[in-house]
């Protein structure tokens, strides 16, 4: 069973600069730094990424997401443009407040803050950050009423707790989650994603496809279904950015199959603590097992 996001890794083609925003506009805090292995590199099908430098950041109180900082190189990327993770979700306090205190940062305003439903319980604005990443900045004014009930941060810029992904076939997609876990899903249902309308020229008022997979702990992953024109996963050289990798906790007593691992990571009992996967989209993820399994799955 999927039980929480842990980490949201993301290219940052200057990296100072973007930890200096993330402090001084999101609040966030540096809790460590390292270096990406040439295996996580090679699983996730960046090899270019091995032995680039990291920043690990995260809210100075509340439930701790990280944002992972990695060392990139200049790149084209437009967010949407292409299918795999596009989106961080983070609880925020003020959405209103925030659009002031971003004008003039290296985050640059798309849309609201808007009502994203009828009921008027969440109110959500999207930025990108300095390297494009795609942020929604969400307030729910009543969690008890939503489908998803994350724990609350007292920041006014908390935690990650949904990620947002893009595929071709969103059935396919909806297919993985339902075959290898025991969470719950809603949808398909259609949906306005203004954003997503943006990127490709859309209406303002078109409706595509969107299902949300809830986690244990009151996280999700939002699947959109993306226009056909969307790129597939590598993006081309020159366009890659944005998201590369997100990180996730899965209790292994709520798997109904064997997970696909690309590359396993082995205890010195010989069990499996986790590991990289591919969705279908091809965009990875990395699990990390709250109990290791033995005998370790063969692949």
């Not at 795609?134 to 990620?163: A, C, N, W």
């Not at 949808?187 to 244990?216: C, F, K, N, Q």
């Amino acid at each position: 069973m999927l039980k929480s996001i842990l980490m949201v890794w993301v290219l940052a083609q200057n990296l100072a600069l973007t930890q200096e925003a993330y402090e001084d506009y999101l609040g966030y805090r540096s809790v460590n730094e390292g270096v990406m292995s040439a295996e996580l590199a090679a699983a996730i099908g960046r090899p270019e990424l091995a032995e680039r430098r990291f920043v690990t950041m995260m809210p100075r109180s509340g439930p701790q997401v990280g944002l992972r900082l990695v060392e990139g190189d200049v790149s084209g990327y437009a967010p949407m443009q292409r299918v795999g993770w596009s989106a961080i979700e983070l609880l925020v306090q003020d959405p209103k407040l925030l659009e002031t205190e971003l004008d003039g940062s290296a985050f640059r305003h798309l849309k609201g803050p808007d009502f994203l439903t009828e009921q008027k319980n969440i109110l959500a604005m999207q930025v990108t950050g300095p390297n494009r990443e795609l942020f929604y900045l969400t307030h729910m004014i009543d969690p008890s009423k939503s489908f998803l009930r994350p724990q609350p941060s007292q920041e006014p810029v908390g935690h990650t707790f949904i990620m947002v992904t893009g595929s071709l076939d969103l059935e396919a997609s909806l297919g993985f989650w339902r075959r290898h876990f025991d969470n719950s899903v809603v949808g398909p249902i259609p949906y306005r994603i203004g954003v997503l309308s943006d990127a490709y020229d859309l209406p303002e008022d078109t409706l595509h496809s969107l299902a949300v997979v809830s986690m244990s702990d009151g996280y999700g992953i939002e699947i959109d279904q993306y226009p056909d024109q969307a790129t597939a996963v590598p993006a081309p050289e020159g366009e890659r950015g944005g998201v590369i990798l997100v990180s996730l906790s899965v209790d292994p007593e709520g798997l109904k199959a064997p997970l696909p691992w690309r590359l396993p990571y082995i205890d010195t009992a010989g069990a499996v603590e986790g590991g990289v996967i591919t969705l279908p989209s091809g965009a990875p993820i990395e699990i990390s097992l709250t109990t290791a399994m033995l005998p370790a799955p063969t692949h």
